[in-house]
């Protein structure tokens, strides 16, 4: 599949991973409520050829499970962990507390206060348990750093990055150079 940097984001058939390959990136989230958010980056992931798993691990309704699926990661393989969470977003802190991998949070727009709650629970961690952060609602920013990380030791996710950013250069030049006619 081409890379399509700033072109609307082809629709994913289903949020099905990449198939028979072992998953690199975690994708899991508070509830299937926030699988919506969660489709831009899952299309990035599928686009970027990253091989992925997906799951719902609740940091209040599933609090044992989560913190089970946080600690064996690492051993299944996984090398970086995407947790989306809205609200009360205690997900990402909380996986990120069980694992040395990189946990990046997706702030979840859930509630009336329109995901700013999200946005502090994630980003507020205290000293020494870093979660990376995104934007609200910002899945796709999620996927293309998780592949950053996976392009510091894996040199096909490194080369495909630097074309996606000379594309996405190449495609705003153009327009601009349109403007200026
Ligand atoms: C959080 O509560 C989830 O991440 C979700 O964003 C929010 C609402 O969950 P549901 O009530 O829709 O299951 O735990």
């Known amino acids: 599949e081409t890379l399509r940097p700033t072109q609307e984001p082809a629709k994913p058939q289903a949020a099905q991973p990449v198939p028979s ?10 509830s299937d409520s926030d699988l919506p958010v969660l489709k831009a980056g899952l299309d990035i992931l599928r686009q970027f050829g990253v091989p992925y798993a997906l799951d719902i691990t609740s940091a209040h309704r599933t609090p044992r499970y989560m913190m089970k699926v946080a600690d064996e990661a690492a051993a299944r393989g996984i090398k970086v962990i995407i947790a989306a969470a ?12 069980e694992t040395p991998l990189p946990v990046i949070g997706v702030p979840v727009k859930a509630t009336h206060l329109d995901g700013i709650d999200s946005l502090l629970s994630i980003v507020q961690m205290p000293r020494g348990i870093p979660t ?4 609200i609602n910002n899945s796709t920013n999620a996927a293309l750093l998780a592949i950053r990380i996976l392009g510091t030791s894996i040199p096909e996710f490194f080369t495909k990055m630097k ?3 000379e ?11 349109k403007l200026r006619e």
């Open 21 to 30: 390959e072992k998953p690199l990136v975690l994708v899991t989230m508070g």
């Open 86 to 97: 809205g609200g009360a977003a205690h997900l990402p802190g909380m996986m990120s507390s």
């Open 132 to 135: 990376a952060t995104v934007g």
């Open 163 to 165: 074309k996606y950013q």
């Open 167 to 177: 594309k996405m250069e190449e495609e705003v030049l153009t327009k601009g150079s």
